[in-house]
């Protein structure tokens, strides 16, 4: 695959997640729900601006420039310490609101699909190429550990995107 074509599949697949986060905060029974939802869009329309920049600048004049791609999600490893933390302090079992594990396992889903070619491209990709897909494996693998944390928290502990060791939304 040659590095347009990597670009522009790279935006169907934020596109597919944004609009997975869209069709989840619409459909979602809980304030904080919708409101992490609706964040975790945000971030992915960013990703898909930024995709269409760098597609814009490597038609125009054949090179690519990696820029900064900042994001507001903490790393994996910070959430996985904190469900870990938040598992030992909590013990009382609730069942979740009705379809919200469904809207988490599909976003899991689609952020698992996202992060496994943002890896096949860093393996086939050399430079430039590859350092833009290393920056979206990263930031995707946070993304697959929130998604993750939340259907634990939701199917395990009762909780709803109330994770009080970090909090996405004012980082």
Do not use: C
């Not at 054949?62 to 870990?84: M, N, R």
Request: glycine share 6%; charged share 35%.
């Amino acid at each position: 695959m040659d590095l347009e074509e990597a670009i522009k599949t790279a935006i169907d697949y934020e596109l597919k997640v944004q609009q997975a986060y869209e069709k989840a905060k619409a459909e979602a029974t809980n304030e904080t729900g919708q409101r992490v939802f609706g964040f975790l869009a945000e971030e992915e329309a960013g990703h898909v601006a930024y995709l269409n920049t760098r597609l814009e600048l490597w038609k125009k004049d054949g090179k690519l420039t990696v820029e900064k791609l900042d994001t507001v999600i903490p790393t994996k490893a910070v959430i996985d310490a904190s469900l870990s933390k938040l598992e030992k302090d909590l013990g009382d079992k609730q069942a979740p609101g009705e379809g919200e594990l469904e809207l988490l396992q599909k976003a899991l889903k689609a952020e698992e699909e996202t992060s496994a070619f943002y890896k096949k491209m860093v393996q086939e990709l050399d430079g430039d190429a590859k350092k833009l897909f290393e920056r979206f494996v990263e930031i995707e693998d946070g993304h697959v550990a929130i998604v993750e944390a939340e259907i634990a928290a939701v199917s395990g502990m009762g909780f709803w995107f109330d994770i009080p060791e970090f909090n996405i939304a004012n980082s």
